[in-house]
């Protein structure tokens, strides 16, 4: 199993990135997908989660209304859209896959498949 996270890098304050993921290994279309992110000295934290058809979504208080999660069965890939991106977002990103039956994730805890992380990085 392969999650292969892209798309970090550096950006100001107020900038957009997107970051995307692509899985192989899995049965992708079965996977609620994630994101969750790690600061430096911080624990790792829950971004965002969509569901299996993409037909549900859930974001962490602190993103909502500035990310997007979505997507592409056909491609095996999830994406996240930031916008408005703060230095507080800047962090280490990881993709996560999970096929236990949950409609979405936001615990880390017994999640079947992590990526190895994209570094986003925002300045002031």
């Known amino acids: 199993v392969q999650l292969q996270a892209s798309g970090g890098g550096l950006v100001q304050a107020g900038g957009s990135l997107r970051l995307s993921c692509v899985a192989s290994g899995i049965t992708f279309g079965r996977n609620v997908m994630g994101w969750f992110r790690q600061a430096p000295g911080k624990e790792r934290e829950f971004v965002a989660s969509i569901s299996w058809n993409g037909g549900s979504t859930d974001y962490a208080d602190s993103v909502k209304g500035r990310f997007t999660i979505f997507r592409d069965n056909s491609k095996n890939t999830v994406y996240l859209q930031m916008n408005s991106l703060k230095p507080e977002d800047t962090a280490v990103y990881f993709c996560?896959?999970?096929?236990?039956?949950?409609?979405?994730?936001?615990?880390?805890?017994?999640?079947?498949?992590w990526g190895k992380g994209t570094l986003v990085t925002v300045s002031s």
């Open positions: 996560t896959a999970d096929s236990g039956g949950r409609l979405l994730v936001r615990s880390a805890s017994g999640i079947h498949y």
